[in-house]
């Protein structure tokens, strides 16, 4: 027989340590997810939900199912037109309550199908503690022997890939950020915060993305990037991600891939470079004469380190691309007005130009890490014209300050660590690819 040990009041926290029993405990703050689709249940299994503190959550394709229950049990029955959309909203619901950790009740053969499930809508913010207590429907004479049947691997990616197109888009139309200095043999932007269908509110609604220490699975920021391809012009193409290390480290597409780099350059076609940001900036690189480009995420770590000068001396050094040719796009990044850092820190920006740091003498000073880049490739030998930041005030804005529009951006200054990402991305048209809107669309 399964109960729950008696132990401690129910905790009122997440964090707060539980006590462990003899018999199958329920830690604190904890939902139950009971898959009635895999198995059903022995009568005594369901003392098991006999703690008024816990979230029930009931996984059936008939509702009426909840019969099995104890009169007393609160449930919550999980839609059940798909599977994926039964546990997404298990998700949304875990969200709205704050809750992390989910037992898991099930049967053997439902634990694999519902793992994969698992990794595409959840991340490793949430615990699932699975607990095989249920018969399998195939030798549950009651059923008469009909268990629920096994999806492949594949059937779990589309049925999780038809919930999350269906999402409805959040926080208004997709707008993406361009610069007139990048020529229409190449297609580029800087992606804003609406359009997406995450909805965390410091991650909604365009992030782009997914990471262990945060709740926006990889289902959901996948469609995320699909919407943003769709909308910019580069669906099909896959979208390439540095892989961020704060430092200045460049990997040239076509040699070996390093563990991390903060910047891509290629000459190759196909291929879509993209940097993150969230305060941090993503800066593109383009050669219209030798058709090579770069792109770069520039945080303060990695101006100071050099990494966008790294990244036009690949442009040159490996694929034959002139400084007078390089055009730089520098996106959305947090500015002067949001952004300080230790005195010492602070140092480093003013032995690149005083400018960069206003208020020198202040406990923390601010910095400005747009001024410092530009200094950087002006002295580089990027020419100044060449360059297209918050310091040009002739054509539209494409580097406002992260921190100080929320409604358009995330910002990890601002949002703390729940923050989500933005992107700048760049490619290189074919022979069969065309300037869509976007070519000549500015934010």
């Not at 993305?209 to 995320?224: G, L, T, W, Y």
Request: hydrophobic letters at 40%; one cysteine or more; charged letters at 20%.
């Amino acid at each position: 027989m399964l109960r729950v040990s008696p132990g401690p009041p129910v905790c009122s926290s997440v964090s707060a340590p539980c006590q462990p029993g003899s018999t199958i405990t329920a830690p604190c703050a904890m939902a139950v997810l009971l898959d009635l689709l895999h198995g059903c249940p022995h009568e005594d299994q369901l003392l098991l939900l006999q703690d008024s503190d816990l979230h029930v959550f009931l996984l059936t394709a008939d509702p009426e199912q909840r019969s099995f229950l104890p009169d007393q049990t609160p449930v919550i029955v999980l839609e059940q037109r798909s599977p994926a959309r039964a546990l997404y909203g298990l998700k949304l619901r875990l969200d709205q309550l704050q809750l992390s950790r989910v037992r898991v009740v099930t049967s053997p053969r439902g634990r694999g199908q519902l793992a994969r499930y698992q990794q595409l809508l959840f991340t490793a913010v949430y615990t699932f503690d699975y607990t095989e207590v249920l018969e399998d429907k195939s030798t549950c004479p009651s059923c008469g022997g009909h268990a629920h049947p096994d999806s492949p691997a594949g059937s779990v990616q589309e049925d999780v890939s038809a919930l999350v197109q269906q999402l409805p888009a959040l926080g208004g139309d997709m707008r993406v950020l361009t610069s007139a200095l990048i020529p229409d043999c190449f297609g580029h932007g800087f992606s804003t915060r609406a359009g997406g269908v995450s909805c965390i509110p410091t991650l909604s609604s365009l992030n782009l993305f997914s990471s262990s220490r945060r709740r926006d699975p990889p289902a959901v920021v996948m469609e995320n990037r699909r919407r943003l391809a769709l909308h910019a012009g580069f669906h099909p193409l896959p979208l390439r991600l540095v892989k961020v290390n704060h430092a200045s480290d460049v990997w040239v597409l076509g040699k070996a891939e390093p563990e991390s780099y903060d910047a891509m350059v290629t000459d190759q076609p196909g291929v879509v470079l993209a940097a993150p940001g969230a305060d941090c900036m993503p800066i593109l690189f383009a050669d219209p004469v030798r058709k090579v480009i770069g792109a770069a995420h520039a945080g303060w770590k990695g101006t100071v380190m050099g990494v966008a000068m790294a990244t036009v001396n690949a442009m040159v050094t490996d694929l034959g691309s002139r400084l007078s040719d390089i055009v730089v796009a520098v996106g959305p990044a947090v500015g002067v007005c949001c952004f300080t850092l230790d005195r010492e820190q602070a140092l480093d920006f003013t032995s690149i130009h005083p400018d960069c740091v206003p208020d020198p003498e202040s406990a923390r000073p601010h910095v400005d890490i747009r001024l410092a880049n530009r200094v950087l490739l002006q002295r580089g030998g990027i020419l100044p014209e060449h360059i297209h930041d918050n310091a040009v005030t002739n054509q539209p804005c494409i580097s406002p300050c992260t921190s100080c529009h929320p409604k358009d951006f995330f910002s990890h200054v601002r949002d703390g660590l729940n923050f989500g990402t933005q992107v700048g991305f760049l490619w290189i048209r074919g022979t069969e690819d065309h300037a869509g809107p976007l070519a000549s669309q500015t934010g």
